[in-house]
Nanobody, 112 residues
Framework: QVQLVESGGGLVKPGGSLRLSCAAS????????MSWYRQAPGKERELVAT????????NYANSVKGRFTISRDNAKNTLYLQMNGLRPEDTAVYYC?????WGQGTQVTVSS
């Protein structure tokens, strides 16, 4: 059974940083492209970043490019999202995704 469990969200001031984690189990993590998505209140879920199976290839939404870094540790079956220079518009529930499976999400709130 595929399980994706996000953690690391919270309340942070503008300009601050957070690191999200997604612990994966129930499938061969290293064989899957992994992604982070986010959904702000009243908005559609949007793709934030994607990483290849080996971690060498990444892609980012224009809105987070240069501020966020996606990475993975295949030995630990864990996906990460380092978020720096956070802005109020980054406030959302952040989800990790593997194929058609989603985690439950972790709330990120950026506010002074």
């Amino acid at each position: 059974q595929v399980q994706l469990v996000e953690s690391g969200g919270g309340l942070v001031k503008p300009g601050g940083s957070l690191r999200l984690s997604c612990a994966a189990s129930g499938f061969t993590f290293s064989s899957y492209v992994m992604s982070w998505y986010r959904q702000a209140p009243g908005k559609e879920r949007e793709l934030v970043a994607t990483i290849s199976t080996g971690g060498r290839s990444t892609n980012y939404a224009n809105s987070v490019k240069g501020r966020f870094t996606i990475s993975r540790d295949n030995a630990k079956n864990t996906l990460y999202l380092q978020m720096n220079g956070l802005r109020p518009e980054d406030t959302a529930v952040y989800y990790c995704k593997a194929s058609t499976s989603w985690g439950q999400g972790t709330q990120v709130t950026v506010s002074s």
